[in-house]
């Protein structure tokens, strides 16, 4: 009966444990791996238990599934994995003494022309419900996702923005890029999130939206097709946007 001798360092190690079993369950809320990740908890919690009892043969044979169910849960877990890092990792890139030791790239901002633009386009294709999908770069280079488009390169304008998703054109169809003032690429096409608990009436431009912010930290603006509404989502959190105003204030939110 050695598991009844309780000491801090136990005490410790549980709190330990516990906090790292809610920081996974955050990060795959919703997701298709949450009930595999239950039943992965389950099965650890009795082997210790019947470890604890002396249960040789039952703490072995749950021992060996989990051993060698190892690399079968690294694959299963793999988008969940790259996103739990990508997070931390982005989380302690922020802190300001990291950024300066790593010599990290400063966020990107929009200046006041550039955002003026920027938003007259995205209410005029809301009136019209002109779907769009427009991502704003910050820190993360998002060379991946620019590789995967067209390259623009030119000056951000209402005009250029609207004639480029306009529904006949031949890159309406994809995300836009921008970055440095400036429209960097067009048809550029992102990943898909795999979260199960989004509201039915997400499109493809949301779950796309949503998808990229989980794995980086720019700000993406979905225009809907079918109802003409403004989604503005920054770190994986989506803001319905209502007026011109709210929309500029929470861009220069994230330039800050």
């Known amino acids: 009966m050695e598991f009844l001798h309780f000491s801090l360092v136990d005490f410790i190690d549980i709190v330990l444990v516990a906090a790292v079993i809610y920081l996974i369950f955050r990060w795959i ?67 300001t003494f990291v950024r300066r030791f790593l010599s990290r790239r400063q966020a990107e901002g929009l200046d006041s022309d550039t955002m003026t633009e920027l938003a007259l386009a995205v209410d005029q294709m809301a009136s019209s419900k002109t779907g769009a999908l427009i991502v704003i770069r910050r820190r993360d280079n998002l060379l991946s996702i620019i590789g995967t488009g067209d390259n623009i390169d030119a000056k951000v304008s209402q005009r250029l923005i609207m004639n480029i998703f306009f529904k006949n054109t031949p890159l309406h169809d994809g995300a836009m890029v921008i970055g440095d003032n400036r429209i960097i690429a067009a048809r550029c096409t992102l990943p898909i999130t795999d979260r199960l608990d989004l509201p039915a009436s997400y499109g493809m431009r949301h779950r796309a939206a949503i998808g990229l912010a989980e794995q980086c930290d720019a700000d993406v603006i979905v225009v809907s097709e079918e109802t003409g509404e403004i989604s503005l989502i920054q770190g994986g959190k989506l803001t319905r946007i209502d007026s011109l105003n709210v929309l500029k204030l929470k861009l220069q939110e994230n330039d800050d």
């Open 29 to 95: 809320r919703g997701s298709s791996a949450m009930n595999i990740f239950i039943a992965l908890i389950i099965l650890f919690l009795v082997r210790v238990l019947s470890k604890a009892l002396s249960m040789r043969m039952t703490s072995e044979l749950l021992g060996a599934i989990l051993d060698m169910g190892a690399l079968a849960i690294i694959i299963i877990f793999q988008p969940e994995i790259r996103r739990f890092l990508n997070n931390i990792g982005r989380t302690a890139g922020n802190n």
